[in-house]
């Protein structure tokens, strides 16, 4: 069955500044999609950037970036320009790509003034 | 608006008693799914649906039931099979399984008296 590990709990950073959030995924395919989702307290999941594994180049969107590492599994999220908006928990999750999504624990961004 | 309209937001059961989650689609979504939320364990699936009148289970669904009679609409029961049923629960839909971002509801949160 495939995991999906975030290791970080919580992670605080202040406003301006830059965060990476950690993922690391468990397979055996060769073809995949990731994706991370924030929920904010209102708790509405809201997509934040997809990755296609066949795909070398980092999605990016605005001042969200991922540095996907195939080889390693790896799967992080890059938030640049933090803003006090950007506090929420975020979920990375897994989809094989003929099935369904399977998440991480999450990991909660807290965002200082 | 295209979306997804969960109801009722709160819920409260008794000892013993079935009670129906809404969740009804307006982006003509052929797919759609029901997540479990609680503190610490990220989303787990309980059903989901790649068209109508037929649906697979997820990782937990046991004490839960669902129907698939509209397009629109994938309502869930929980039934007093289900022991714990305290939680939050998200209801979402994608284009299909597989390969594409899911989009969710606000949510329900259930609670026992």
């Known amino acids: 069955a495939q995991t999906v590990t975030q290791s970080q709990p919580e992670m605080s950073v202040q406003e301006a500044e830059t965060v990476t959030l950690s993922c690391t995924y468990d397979t055996s395919e060769s073809d995949y999609y990731l994706f991370w989702y924030k929920q904010p307290p209102s708790r509405q999941m809201i997509l934040v950037i997809r990755q296609e594994a066949y795909k070398q180049q980092n999605a990016t969107e605005n001042r969200f970036s991922v540095n996907f590492q195939k080889a390693a599994k790896s799967f992080s999220l890059k938030i640049s320009d933090s803003q006090l908006g950007d506090a929420a928990m975020y979920f990375c999750a897994y989809d094989r790509g003929y099935s369904t999504l399977t998440f991480g624990k999450g990991t909660m961004l807290l965002v200082s003034p | 608006d295209g979306g997804i309209t969960q109801s009722p937001k709160y819920l409260f059961r008794k000892e013993g008693q079935n009670v129906t989650l809404s969740c009804e689609q307006n982006?003509?979504?052929?797919?759609m799914y029901w997540y479990r939320q609680d503190p610490g364990q990220g989303l787990r699936l309980i059903y989901y649906?790649?068209?109508?009148?037929?649906?697979q289970k997820g990782d937990i669904a046991e004490g839960y039931s669902v129907s698939r009679e509209k397009k629109e609409s994938f309502p869930l029961t929980v039934t007093s099979a289900q022991k714990n049923p305290t939680a939050f629960y998200l209801c979402?839909?994608?284009?299909?399984?597989?390969?594409?971002?899911?989009?969710f509801g606000d949510g329900t949160r259930l609670s026992i008296l």
């Open positions: 979402a839909s994608s284009t299909r399984v597989g390969r594409t971002s899911q989009h």
């Open positions: 982006l003509n979504h052929d797919a």
């Open positions: 649906s790649q068209i109508v009148n037929d649906f």
